[in-house]
């Protein structure tokens, strides 16, 4: 089993920043990629950014140029730098991680993901 852990939510003001940070632990020796999903409460789960062992990218049209994905393979570890944050960003984050194949993964589907966080806050307001 894989536990992910997030980190680095909270309170930021409209056009700040703000960096998460998930460290996957147990058996995640099989893990091909890393991401984060947000959900608004009453909302579905939105993907924003996923990011494979190999350093591929992907990132929801809603976040692009503002939000950034890194991996640190080594530590098992998924960082999401997040920038010019609007209130429509506010949500709870959640990290993600899958061990399947780059090229089938359907990057913005939630069933493709086998772990998930238990989800850290991002509220942005002034």
């Known amino acids: 089993q894989v536990q992910l852990v997030e980190s680095g939510g909270g309170l930021v003001q409209p056009g700040g920043s703000l960096r998460l940070s998930c460290a996957a632990s147990g058996d995640s020796a099989g893990i091909t990629a890393m991401g984060w999903y947000r959900q608004v409460p009453g909302q579905q789960r939105e993907w924003v950014a996923t990011?494979?062992?190999?350093?591929?990218?992907g990132y929801a049209d809603s976040v692009k140029g503002r939000f950034r994905i890194s991996r640190d393979n080594a530590k098992n570890t998924v960082t999401l730098q997040m920038n010019s944050l609007k209130s429509e960003d506010a949500a709870v984050y959640y990290c993600?991680?899958?061990?399947?194949?780059?090229?089938?993964?359907?990057?913005?589907?939630?069933?493709?993901?086998?772990?998930w966080g238990q989800g850290t806050q991002v509220t942005v307001s002034s």
């Open positions: 990011m494979s062992n190999g350093g591929n990218t």
């Open positions: 993600t991680a899958t061990n399947r194949a780059w090229k089938l993964l359907r990057l913005w589907a939630p069933n493709e993901y086998d772990y």
